[in-house]
């Protein structure tokens, strides 16, 4: 079994949707929780980033955090063409650099 | 101010041949990585660096070597290609220290990428 689980899509949504994507963890000691976008033929951008449990917003991003499921999840609201990208979940331990991905879930998002 | 520069952009290798792959930060970053990136594998580690002189390894080291004897310089080495190593490389690198900003100091810059394609 991987430590991060997620699904790879692809996700179509009309545009304006409500956006809603996770990932799953299994080990318990992950505390820095981090979602990135990447379009195609680019690397990676950090999009949110969040410390153990709870949610954080930014603009038409929320970052929901669920340690006790070992959850995590990113909403866009209003989605537009744009945002058509795969997005990346990725997540460390404290005290260690190492971070570890999700493979990513491929959105598109339609005019 | 650059960010994070990878050279080449695209290689064609041969089974066997050797080449390494440089990754340059003009941000004073500590911490560098080295990534592949598989259809339907994500972005794994192949090996990191926590600074000058120091390496170790991430979670797909096997037929990779690396070099930091430079703050600003991450190398990433293939001594003897093999087919399995056709992939996109990433290179990334991160401040360890304190930060006001929104997000955190420890955010990832990417740089973008490297296609490797060995026969």
């Known amino acids: 079994q991987k430590e991060v689980e997620q699904d790879p899509g692809p996700l179509s949504v009309p545009e304006g949707a409500i956006v809603s994507l996770n990932c799953t963890y299994s080990?318990?000691?992950?505390?820095?929780f981090m979602w990135y976008r990447q379009y195609s033929r680019k690397g990676p951008e950090l999009l949110m980033y969040t410390y153990s449990s709870g949610n954080k917003e930014d603009g038409r991003f929320t970052a929901q955090v669920d340690k006790s499921s070992k959850y995590i999840s990113l909403f866009i609201r209003d989605s537009q063409p744009s945002d058509s990208a795969t997005y990346l979940c990725a997540m460390r331990t404290s005290g260690t650099y190492k971070y570890i991905f999700g493979t990513g879930t491929r959105l598109k998002v339609l005019a | 101010n650059a960010g994070v520069t990878q050279t080449p952009k695209f290689r064609v290798l041969k089974t066997g041949q050797s080449m390494t792959l440089l990754c340059a930060q003009d941000?004073?970053?500590?911490?560098m990585y080295w990534y592949r990136q598989d259809p339907g594998m994500g972005l794994r580690l192949i090996h990191y660096?926590?600074?000058?002189?120091?390496?170790a390894k991430g979670e797909v080291p096997d037929g990779y070597n690396v070099s930091r004897l430079k703050k600003q310089n991450f190398l990433l080495g293939l001594e003897s290609a093999a087919p399995s190593q056709t992939s996109v490389y990433f290179c990334a690198s991160i401040h360890s220290g304190g930060s006001t900003r929104r997000i955190s100091s420890y955010e990832q810059y990417f740089g973008p990428g490297t296609r490797l394609t060995v026969t």
């Open positions: 660096s926590v600074g000058e002189g120091t390496t």
């Open positions: 080990n318990s000691a992950f505390q820095y």
């Open positions: 941000m004073n970053h500590e911490y």
